[in-house]
C-alpha cells in the first residue's frame, strides 16, 4: 500500500505521523502533571517548623 504512494505523498505522511506522535506524548505529559497535582493537593500539610 504504502510502496505504491508517491515519495512526497510517504514523506508527507511520515511527517504527519510523527507530529501527531510528539503531540501525543506532549498531552499525555501534561495530564501526567496535572495528576501529581492533584494528588499533591490531598494530602496533609506537614509543619516544617519542628
Do not use: H, W
Not at 501527531?20 to 506532549?26: E, K, R, S, Y
Not at 501526567?32 to 516544617?48: C, I, N
Request: hydrophobic letters at 50%.
Amino acid at each position: 500500500m504504502l510502496s505504491q504512494l508517491p515519495f512526497m505523498t510517504r514523506g508527507l505522511l511520515v511527517a504527519l505521523l510523527g507530529l501527531c506522535g510528539t503531540f501525543l506524548v506532549l498531552v499525555l505529559v501534561y495530564l501526567g502533571v496535572k495528576l501529581m497535582q492533584k494528588v499533591g493537593e490531598k494530602e496533609p500539610p506537614q509543619d516544617s517548623a519542628s
